[in-house]
Nanobody, 126 residues
Framework: VQLQASGGGLVQAGGSLRLSCAPSRRTYSNYATGWFRQAPGKEREFVAS????????AYADSVKGRFTISRDDAEDTVHLQMNSLKPEDTAVYYC????????????????????WGQGTLVTVSS
C-alpha cells in the first residue's frame, strides 16, 4: 500500500500540529499503522502505532501524554495529534503500514513495516 503523509510545518514550542497518513490508492483497513521520526544525525525512532481493528495503541515514552494516534475509518486516514511540542520533537515524521490479520497488532519497530510514506517535516522552534 502506498501512503501519503501530510500536516508537517513550523510551530513554536508548546504548540500543536496534526499529521495525517492516508493510502494513495486503496484502503488500508487491514493494516496496522505507525508513525516514526528521524532527526538530523539520528536513527529513525518509533513514535506511535495503532491497530486496525481493536483500537489498541502504543507510544514511545518520550511522547506519552502529548501525542495521540487515531484512526478515522470514514476518511481512511490515521492521524497523529501532537500537543505541547518541544524543540526535541523536530524531525521528519514518517507513517508506515503493515498488513495485520489479527487486527490487534501495534508494531513498534521499523523492520516490522513494509509500506512507508514519504515523510513530512516538523520543526519546533524554541
Amino acid at each position: 500500500v502506498q501512503l501519503q503523509a501530510s500536516g508537517g510545518g513550523l510551530v513554536q514550542a508548546g504548540g500543536s500540529l496534526r499529521l495525517s497518513c492516508a493510502p494513495s490508492r486503496r484502503t488500508y483497513s487491514n493494516y496496522a499503522t505507525g508513525w516514526f521520526r528521524q532527526a538530523p544525525g539520528k536513527e529513525r525512532e518509533f513514535v506511535a502505532s495503532i491497530s486496525w481493528s481493536s483500537g489498541s495503541t502504543a507510544y514511545a515514552d518520550s511522547v506519552k501524554g502529548r501525542f495521540t494516534i487515531s484512526r478515522d475509518d470514514a476518511e481512511d486516514t490515521v492521524h497523529l495529534q501532537m500537543n505541547s511540542l518541544k524543540p526535541e520533537d523536530t524531525a521528519v515524521y514518517y507513517c508506515a503500514a503493515e498488513l495485520d490479520p489479527t487486527g490487534r497488532a501495534t508494531p513498534a519497530h521499523h523492520y516490522e513495516y513494509h509500506s512507508w510514506g514519504q515523510g513530512t517535516l516538523v520543526t519546533v522552534s524554541s
